[in-house]
T-cell receptor, first 116, second 112 residues
Framework: TQLLEQSPQFLSIQEGENLTVYCNSSSVFSSLQWYRQEPGEGPVLLVT?????EVKKLKRLTFQFGDARKDSSLHITAAQPGDTGLYLCAGGGTDAGGTSYGKLTFGQGTILTVHP | DVKVTQSSRYLVKRTGEKVFLECVQD?????MFWYRQDPGLGLRLIYFSYDVKMKEKGDIPEGYSVSREKKERFSLILESASTNQTSMYLCASSFTLNTEAFFGQGTRLTVV
C-alpha cells in the first residue's frame, strides 16, 4: 500500500506570511496532484506534476515534485485570507517497474488558516 | 466547464433507512469514485467503478453498496443507515484510475 504523509496537519498564520506544506512517501508516484478544499465544498484540483524535479507556479503558489518522485511541496508566498482551506496531495500509483498503476492515494490534508 | 454533480448538499435520515446518494458527471469519464471524509481521517475510498456495471470495493465498503447502470451516473446506497455513517460524502470521476480526480460539491449526511 502506498502512503502519503502530509505535514504540517494544521497551519495558522498571518496575512502576508510565507508557508510550505510537505507531502512525503517512501513510494514512487507516477504523478502528484494538489487540491484545495473550502469548507462545505468538494476538493478542487490546483495542479498536477509528473516529472521528477518539476516546478510549477500558479500565481503565489509554487509546486515542486521531488527528483525521485516520492515527495512534493507546496509553497505559498504572501498568504492571503482567501488561501484558507484544506490542502490535499494525491499520488498516482506505480507498479514495480514504475509504470502508472492503481488508484490515487490521498494524504491526510493540511488545514491552513490565514488571519487578516 | 467539467462538472460532477451530487444530488443533495445536505441530507438528514433516520437510523435504519435506506439512503441513496446520486452522482452524475458530464466528462465521459470511465472511472467514478465514492469517498467519505471525516475530521482527522482524511478521504477514505468506499467503492469505485471503472466501467458501466463494474465495481470494486475500496478501503471501507462495509454497510455500503453502489450501482452504475449508466456511464455518467454512480450511486451510493446505504442499505440501513446508522449513526456512524454520518459524514461528508464525496463523489469523483477521472479519466484513468490514478489521474486527476474531479469532485462533486459533497453531500453532508446526518443519520439520527
Amino acid at each position: 500500500t502506498q502512503l502519503l504523509e502530509q505535514s504540517p496537519q494544521f497551519l495558522s498564520i498571518q496575512e502576508g506570511e510565507n508557508l510550505t506544506v510537505y507531502c512525503n512517501s517512501s513510494s514512487v508516484f507516477s504523478s502528484l496532484q494538489w487540491y484545495r478544499q473550502e469548507p462545505g465544498e468538494g476538493p478542487v484540483l490546483l495542479v498536477t506534476v509528473v516529472t521528477g524535479g518539476e516546478v510549477k507556479k500558479l500565481k503565489r503558489l509554487t509546486f515542486q515534485f521531488g527528483d525521485a518522485r516520492k515527495d512534493s511541496s507546496l509553497h505559498i508566498t504572501a498568504a492571503q485570507p482567501g488561501d484558507t482551506g484544506l490542502y490535499l496531495c494525491a499520488g498516482g500509483g506505480t507498479d514495480a517497474g514504475g509504470t502508472s498503476y492503481g488508484k490515487l492515494t490521498f494524504g491526510q490534508g493540511t488545514i491552513l488558516t490565514v488571519h487578516p | 466547464d467539467v462538472k460532477v454533480t451530487q444530488s443533495s448538499r445536505y441530507l438528514v435520515k433516520r437510523t435504519g433507512e435506506k439512503v441513496f446518494l446520486e452522482c452524475v458527471q458530464d466528462m465521459d469519464h470511465e472511472n467514478m469514485f465514492w469517498y467519505r471524509q471525516d475530521p482527522g481521517l482524511g478521504l477514505r475510498l468506499i467503492y469505485f467503478s471503472y466501467d458501466v456495471k463494474m465495481k470494486e470495493k475500496g478501503d471501507i465498503p462495509e454497510g455500503y453498496s453502489v450501482s452504475r447502470e449508466k456511464k455518467e451516473r454512480f450511486s451510493l446506497i446505504l442499505e440501513s443507515a446508522s449513526t456512524n455513517q454520518t459524514s461528508m460524502y464525496l463523489c469523483a470521476s477521472s479519466f484513468t484510475l490514478n489521474t486527476e480526480a474531479f469532485f462533486g460539491q459533497g453531500t453532508r449526511l446526518t443519520v439520527v
